[in-house]
């Protein structure tokens, strides 16, 4: 089992930054897949960025340039630093970690942007 551990989701202005960070605890295995995935209210979950153990990365056209995925394997934990946010952006954010073809998610954090 791989339990996920998310933080950093808040309210924040259009134009502003966030930072969300995801730890993963358990029974790691060395080659998986990280990342983010968003659902906004009445809306189907759909995904932001991912990234693997290997450093291969994949984002969403909508965040391309805004959003940058990172991990630490180490610690195991990814990270989304959010830039140049707007109001469509406002969504529950969900950790999500693959490994050996088994999904685990986060508990989801909230994403708030005003105009």
């Known amino acids: 089992q791989v339990q996920l551990v998310e933080s950093g989701g808040g309210l924040v202005q259009a134009g502003g930054s966030l930072r969300l960070s995801c730890a993963a605890s358990g029974s790691i295995f060395s080659i998986n897949i990280m990342g983010w995935y968003r659902q906004a209210p009445g809306k189907q979950r759909e995904l932001v960025a991912i990234m693997s153990s290997g450093g291969t990365t994949n984002y969403a056209d909508s965040v391309d340039g805004r959003f940058t995925i990172s991990r630490d394997n180490a610690k195991n934990t990814v990270y989304l630093q959010m830039n140049s946010l707007k109001p469509e952006d406002t969504a529950v954010y969900y950790c999500?970690?693959?490994?050996?073809?088994?999904?685990?998610w986060g508990q989801g954090t909230q994403v708030t942007v005003s105009s």
């Open positions: 999500n970690y693959i490994q050996k073809g088994i999904n685990y």
